[in-house]
């Protein structure tokens, strides 16, 4: 038997971080057993579907690592929608479905209470089809239905607690447990790795597997995926979009080691591991069946780590999108007025340390990139004190005298400045990091000066000092 599995996404909103995690586990679980990746699009919520949800699902996946290629389709879940109805007709035609016109006041005018399921009031009054006429299943009164799955062993349900639930609605379209069964069927599918979400859908769907004559999958119902407030993660609430992730300068990299690690774990405590590690030693059984949290923090001190070990090259190449605009990043709000890859390439191993985010370069970097720098008034007015007129004055002349402009000599003229006023190189240091790049904290000064320039430097400080008493 060729183990074929499927990740099965509704284009209805962002990608979800969840989603991303039971794709990559779907795609290394195929690897592993020798068996077939299928990606399927399930585009029949014809109300909240959107082509674009669609394009940024597969651009996602591609971000992540499942390209084009890697998986079997796109198959679309509409293109399907044939086999659908058939298998609505036949499952009525046999006996295990029935049509019923009850709306939910209907039921709750004869059970006299809180709806609490359909009470089968049409099971035995023969009502054919027609318009506003749902099929229902017919479930059985006796007996379990026993899920196996390889996360959270047998999950046994009883059947007389499961209502006659709908497969086709009034206009006759097949809903969700319908078609995402026949979907399954028609392609073959022998293992379903889905989020914890789906397992109350789970038993119903087995008896529609049993219904129409095939044997069922193998289920996989991995964690929920929760917050720090061990809430699951909601797309009004928390940052779930794995774009935004990824818009903020997360590396695919490092975001898919992260997701791997809800609810499994490399062998020898760690973490961080190459990618060929994790395809290796990932057991789908070995997942935690307990909710997954989803730890933004650590997320981000990974990425860092994932940042540091760049050479280089790549790291000023991964940088591009948010300092120039160019890649199919969305850059932020920021336009440098002249961007100079010298420049940058000397800066860049000493940003490389100090970012978690490919998007931190740009307020470490973008004074050398502005003809003026951005001024973070906050900044100014905590640290241009008394004397601080005085002592950029004296920079400037310190600084114009200097016969090689680079940072040893920079650092030295410096705190020569700073120790005829008393004063220790940090507090000489700030008013001059203010005047030339707009902030109190950024990348070491003397290199970020050696790289602007004696002009751009003095320039800079002359204009601080102009505001200055
Ligand atoms: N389309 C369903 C969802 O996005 C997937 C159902 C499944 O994996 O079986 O939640």
Redo the contacts with the bound molecule.
């Keep these: 038997m060729t183990v074929r599995v499927r990740?099965?996404?509704?284009p209805t909103g962002m990608f979800h971080v969840g989603?991303a995690r039971s794709a990559l586990q779907n795609w290394i679980y195929a690897k592993q057993q020798g068996g077939v990746f299928v990606l399927r699009i399930?585009d029949t919520d014809a109300a909240r579907n959107k082509p674009e949800w669609t394009e940024g699902i597969l651009s996602a996946l591609d971000w992540i690592g499942i390209s084009r290629g890697s998986y079997e389709g796109p198959y679309f879940q509409s293109e399907n929608a044939g086999e659908h109805r058939a298998a609505a007709t036949r499952l009525y035609e046999s006996g295990r479905a029935y049509y019923c016109d009850c709306t939910r006041e209907d039921v709750q005018a004869r059970t006299g209470s809180q709806y609490q399921g359909y009470d089968g009031y049409h099971r035995d009054r023969g009502l054919g089809p027609g318009p506003g006429h749902a099929l229902r299943f017919r479930t059985p009164d006796e007996g379990v239905t026993v899920v196996v799955d390889l996360i959270r062993g047998e999950p046994t349900f009883e059947n007389k607690l499961i209502e006659d639930f709908v497969i086709a609605r009034g206009d006759g379209s097949p809903v969700?447990l319908l078609a995402?069964v026949v979907d399954d069927m028609t392609m073959g599918i022998t293992h379903?790795i889905?989020?914890e979400?789906?397992l109350p859908n789970t038993p119903k769907q087995q008896l529609l597997w049993d219904a129409l004559g095939v044997k069922p999958p193998v289920w996989a119902h991995v964690p929920v995926v929760v917050n720090e407030k061990r809430q699951k993660l909601s797309k009004r609430r928390d940052k779930v979009a794995l774009e935004a992730y990824r818009d903020e300068g997360y590396l695919a990299g490092a975001m898919r080691n992260y997701l791997m690690l809800l609810g499994w774990a490399p062998s020898g405590d760690r973490e961080i591991v190459p990618w060929l590690v994790i395809e290796d030693e990932f057991r789908l059984d070995e997942v935690n069946p307990s909710p997954a949290f989803f730890d933004e923090k650590k997320l981000r001190a990974f990425n860092g780590e994932y940042i540091r070990a760049l050479p280089v090259a790549e790291f000023v190449e991964a940088c591009q999108p948010w300092l120039t605009g160019t890649g199919t990043i969305a850059p932020p709000p920021w336009q440098p007025d002249e961007f100079d890859a010298d420049a940058f390439a000397a800066v860049a191993p000493l940003a490389q340390t100090r970012i978690a985010v490919l998007s931190e370069i740009v307020p470490n970097v973008d004074f050398l990139f502005l003809a003026s720098p951005m001024i973070d008034e906050a900044a100014w007015t905590k640290t241009m004190k008394d004397g601080s007129g005085e002592l950029l004055d004296a920079a400037v002349t310190a600084f114009e005298a200097l016969e090689s402009w680079d940072a040893e000599s920079l650092k030295s003229t410096l705190e020569a400045v700073g120790a005829e006023r008393g004063l220790k190189l940090g507090k000489t240091q700030a008013p001059v990091r203010v005047a030339v790049t707009g902030r109190t904290v950024g990348l070491p000064l003397f290199e970020s000066l050696e790289v602007l320039g004696r002009e751009r430097t003095l320039t800079r400080i002359r204009a601080a000092r102009l505001r200055l008493p």
Excluded at 7 to 10: E, G, L, N
């Design positions: 990740f099965a996404p509704s989603g399930e969700f995402n379903v889905r989020a979400e789906h």
